[in-house]
T-cell receptor, first 112, second 115 residues
Framework: DQQVKQNSPSLSVQEGRISILNCDYT??????FLWYKKYPAEGPTFLIS?????DKNEDGRFTVFLNKSAKHLSLHIVPSQPGDSAVYFC???????????FGAGTILRVKS | DAGVIQSPRHEVTEMGQEVTLRCKPI?????LFWYRQTMMRGLELLIY????????DSGMPEDRFSAKMPNASFSTLKIQPSEPRDSAVYFC?????????????FGNGTRLTVT
C-alpha cells in the first residue's frame, strides 16, 4: 500500500515554461512534506519542504503547494530550465519526522 | 563536508552469495537510513537507526537482510543469500536528529545486480 503516490511517471516541458509535478498521499497523519531531486548516478538531494500548517512555500523558482483537504501537493518550477531535468521524489513524514515515505518519482525532461 | 559515503558504487554477484553494502554518514549526524530504489516501488525505507540503535526495521523485506551500526560513523547492510529480485540501487542517508527540520542527506548509492 503506497501512502505517497506520484501518478505521472514522466513529464516533458519546454524550457521557460512552468513544470507542475503532482503528489497525493493517503495517510492523514502526515504533517510534513518534502521534494527531492535526483540526477542519474547520484543520490536524491533536498529541494523544498512544507509543513501542514502552511499551504504554500516558495524558494526562488520552486514553489510547493499543499491542499490538505484533498491530500494533494504539487511542485511548481517557473521558469523551467534544462538543468531541472531529473527525477523528482515527493516525500512525507508524520509525528517524529524521522521516517520519510517516498513516492515512486516523476522524471522531468525540460527541452531547450 | 564529504557527504554520505557509500561503497561499493557497483556490485555484481551471483545468486546465493553474500553481499555487504557499506555507509559512512556525515559526521555529527545521529540518524542513519537505508533505502532501496526500484522502478516499481520507488524509494523504500528498509531500516533506520538513531544514535546507532535500530528504531524501525519494518521495511526490511526478509530475514535475508540485516543491518548493523556498530558506531556513529559506520553502517552495513548485508544480504545473505542474495537473490536476483534484490537487484536495485541501495541508498544510505543521514540526518541530524531534529525531526521535521532535518532533511536527509543521501549518498550516491550502491547499484546491486544479482545474476
Amino acid at each position: 500500500d503506497q501512502q505517497v503516490k506520484q501518478n505521472s511517471p514522466s513529464l516533458s516541458v519546454q524550457e521557460g515554461r512552468i513544470s507542475i509535478l503532482n503528489c497525493d498521499y493517503t495517510n492523514s497523519m502526515f504533517d510534513y512534506f518534502l521534494w527531492y531531486k535526483k540526477y542519474p548516478a547520484e543520490g536524491p538531494t533536498f529541494l523544498i519542504s512544507i509543513s501542514s500548517i502552511k499551504d504554500k512555500n516558495e524558494d526562488g523558482r520552486f514553489t510547493v503547494f499543499l491542499n490538505k483537504s484533498a491530500k494533494h501537493l504539487s511542485l511548481h518550477i517557473v521558469p523551467s530550465q534544462p538543468g531541472d531535468s531529473a527525477v523528482y521524489f515527493c516525500a512525507a513524514s508524520a509525528l517524529d519526522g524521522n521516517k520519510l515515505v517516498f513516492g515512486a518519482g516523476t522524471i522531468l525532461r525540460v527541452k531547450s | 563536508d564529504a557527504g554520505v559515503i557509500q561503497s561499493p558504487r557497483h556490485e555484481v554477484t551471483e545468486m546465493g552469495q553474500e553481499v555487504t553494502l557499506r555507509c559512512k554518514p556525515i559526521s555529527g549526524h545521529n540518524s542513519l537510513f537505508w533505502y532501496r530504489q526500484t522502478m516499481m516501488r520507488g524509494l523504500e525505507l528498509l531500516i533506520y537507526f538513531n544514535n546507532n540503535v535500530p528504531i524501525d526495521d519494518s521495511g526490511m523485506p526478509e530475514d535475508r537482510f540485516s543491518a548493523k551500526m556498530p558506531n556513529a560513523s559506520f553502517s552495513t547492510l548485508k544480504i545473505q543469500p542474495s537473490e536476483p529480485r534484490d537487484s536495485a540501487v541501495y541508498f544510505c542517508a543521514s540526518s541530524l536528529d531534529r525531526g521535521n527540520n532535518s532533511p536527509l542527506h543521501f549518498g550516491n548509492g550502491t547499484r546491486l545486480t544479482v545474476t
